[in-house]
């Protein structure tokens, strides 16, 4: 538990427990909080706005709603009912985060060779089993690797058959091992597991294998993209309306991407989605934070990852069932339209509206919440006194910055955001011990976040069942992230971030040492580490926040997750092409950054039950 000076109390409540478990920046509208006390410090008091005692003014900026929310009820029926559904867009959303693993899935495949039909396709008939035949004539081998992927024997079939055979291919011997070898330029594709997928239908193999991993890195990048615009524009016209704009919006985007006839148009359609995923999930996520007493949003923001990892479960059901690409895809997108219903069950945050100047709105949200709470609100005068104090502390905000000469153009104003937020940027790494803090939590969240998602699609290198490889994936998230909540607090951040990294390191840099042909073995290890790493993932975000001062803690935050993403968007090319050359070397190279990111961890100070840093020079002063 966290030691907090009195002053910083409500503020520093927000800051930790507001924390988003994913990496996702979010940017919610701060107001001064003012909390209506009584002198003796209760908060259930008559309330009297003409008695300076009972406003005490805080750093914080929501305090008179937080006050009115109280009385409403702040975690009863309403907000868990909220909770549930506006967290539902997370298991749509993991499901189109991850079905890559299935679009994007490469079958066995095989050279087309000019002059024959090996692969044993329909076209043939009886012919059939003699194109296999054929192949095994005309396709080199390797004891390791099977048939050959991207080369084929430089042979002149057509003259070869033209001039008649009558003994079956069978009967030859291949070709001596210097036989010149062609590049492919079409290939065959074994259906057994998918009947199509993105790989087979673009020929994503090959020389064009980075095609395929930039299915997953579209999907990534519009996620980062997404966290940075769709926080401001729910700010500007409200969260309510844009889950409802998102959800329809990527319903339909969902459906057309089943339709594409080209790879560059799906991908762009991946990025909108994911766009508009990167929507949902911030949202839905700052509405429950603003709707929910502080002291449930520790546990609101765990069980997040609950409803994500739900959707990864689900996903290997559906791709089971439906083994065609845009079979699936167009499923998913129907499935997707179950949360344009958030148009009639989702509320806004009465929160977000009194911050508009909408107090009526906020009032009625307000008494909704407590008719289904089962309290009885004040007279409205007295709420809409609660709710009006948030935008008129905003008011005189403002006009004390255009009195002190901060008032000018629009040009000016963005300017100075602009240079603002420059100086905070320079503040993470202009002072030693600030720069090595941060540095640090820039590599910690970039290996986090790399390794997440590099052992979720990791299931080809170690030739896993696509299908159970995803399943237990999904599994893994909710446990993983509660489990390691209490000896984060009994044992310190320090030891349970540097233990869980080392975990997980440990364990893919065992799967060196073990042969490809052991699966389950290796399956067992990457889902070992797959729930070390999704403890850290969830968890850094405390970390973050208690290493970091107050002025520039949400642009560190910020920082951090930006780079992560970065991470997310290269992974899919280690995934891919080093797994291509040796399938230990993705997991070797993660386990070696799991390691060494537990290593660094050691170098940073222990934060639990220790008093929140105020300013730089605070952080300074600290040995470490």
């Not at 059939?128 to 004539?137: P, V």
């Not at 926080?231 to 969902?254: E, P």
């Not at 700052?286 to 990892?309: D, I, N, S």
């Not at 699609?457 to 999904?474: Q, R």
Request: hydrophobic share 45%; glycine share 6%; net charge neutral.
């Amino acid at each position: 538990m966290l030691v907090l000076r009195k002053e910083e109390e409500e503020e520093v409540m927000k800051e930790v427990e507001d924390r988003v478990p994913t990496l996702y920046t979010v940017q919610v509208r701060q107001t001064p909080r003012d909390p209506l006390t009584s002198p003796s410090g209760d908060s259930s008091a008559p309330l009297d706005q003409e008695d300076p005692n009972r406003f005490k003014a805080s750093k914080d900026t929501d305090g008179c709603f937080d006050e009115a929310l109280r009385l409403a009820g702040n975690w009863g029926f309403w907000q868990k009912k909220v909770f549930v559904i506006a967290h539902m867009s997370q298991v749509f959303c993991a499901i189109h985060a991850v079905s890559a693993a299935f679009l994007s899935f490469t079958p066995e495949h095989w050279c087309r060779v000019p002059g024959l039909n090996v692969g044993g396709e329909d076209e043939r008939g009886d012919q059939a089993k003699e194109d296999d035949e054929w192949r095994n004539y005309s396709i080199p081998w390797d004891d390791t690797d099977g048939f050959a992927r991207c080369h084929y024997y430089d042979v002149n079939y057509t003259s070869l058959l033209g001039g008649g055979v009558e003994e079956p291919a069978s009967m030859w011997l291949p070709p001596p091992a210097n036989t010149t070898t062609a590049a492919c330029d079409s290939w065959v594709f074994d259906q057994s597991v998918f009947q199509s997928t993105l790989v087979s239908e673009f020929s994503l193999v090959c020389d064009r294998r980075w095609m395929m991993a930039t299915v997953q890195a579209s999907y990534m990048s519009g996620l980062l993209v997404g966290s940075l615009v769709m926080g401001q524009l729910s700010d500007r016209f409200g969260r309510r309306t844009m889950c409802v704009v998102c959800a329809a919006a990527v319903a339909v985007v969902g459906i057309s991407a089943a339709f594409v006839e080209t790879y560059v148009q799906f991908l762009a359609l991946r990025f909108i989605i994911a766009l508009l995923c990167a929507g949902l999930m911030v949202i839905s996520f700052v509405l429950v934070m603003e709707v929910v007493k502080p002291e449930a949003r520790t546990m609101t923001g765990m069980a997040y990852a609950g409803f994500f990892g739900m959707g990864i479960t689900l996903l290997p059901g559906l791709a089971y069932l439906i083994r065609s690409w845009r079979k699936l895809e167009f499923t998913i997108g129907i499935l997707s339209t179950l949360l344009i219903s958030y148009y009639w069950l989702l509320p806004e945050s009465p929160r977000w509206l009194a911050s508009q100047r909408r107090h009526q709105e906020a009032l009625k949200i307000l008494k909704e919440i407590a008719r289904t709470n089962g309290r009885t609100l004040p007279p409205d005068a007295e709420v809409l006194k609660l709710i009006s104090r948030v935008h008129d502390t905003q008011k005189a905000e403002e006009a004390n910055a255009g009195s002190s000469g901060q008032e000018g153009s629009r040009l000016s104003r963005v300017l100075r955001v602009i240079t603002s937020t420059v100086n905070d940027q320079v503040t993470l790494v202009r002072t030693p011990v600030m720069r090595r803090r941060c540095l640090i939590s820039f590599f910690l969240w970039f290996v986090a976040a790399s390794v997440y998602y590099g052992l979720i699609f990791s299931g080809a290198n170690i030739k896993a069942d696509p299908f159970l490889m995803i399943f237990s994936s999904g599994v893994v998230e909710l446990p993983s992230a509660i489990l390691f909540v209490f000896p984060l607090d009994k044992y310190g951040r320090r030891p349970t971030m540097t233990g869980l990294f080392v975990a997980c390191g440990t364990c893919l840099l065992v799967i060196l040492a073990v042969p490809r042909d052991l699966i389950y073995v290796n399956f067992f290890l990457v889902n070992l580490g797959k729930f070390f790493t999704t403890a850290v993932f969830q968890l850094q975000y405390l970390f973050m926040v208690e290493l970091m001062p107050t002025k520039v803690r949400n642009v560190a935050v910020g920082t951090c997750s930006m780079i992560a993403r970065i991470g997310c968007v290269i992974t899919p090319y280690v995934v891919t092409l080093l797994g291509d050359v040796h399938y230990a070397l993705p997991s070797t190279l993660f386990g070696i950054l799991s390691v060494t990111a537990g290593l660094l961890t050691l170098l940073l100070p222990e934060t639990n039950h220790t008093l929140l840093p105020a300013t730089v020079e605070e952080v300074e002063d600290k040995p470490k």
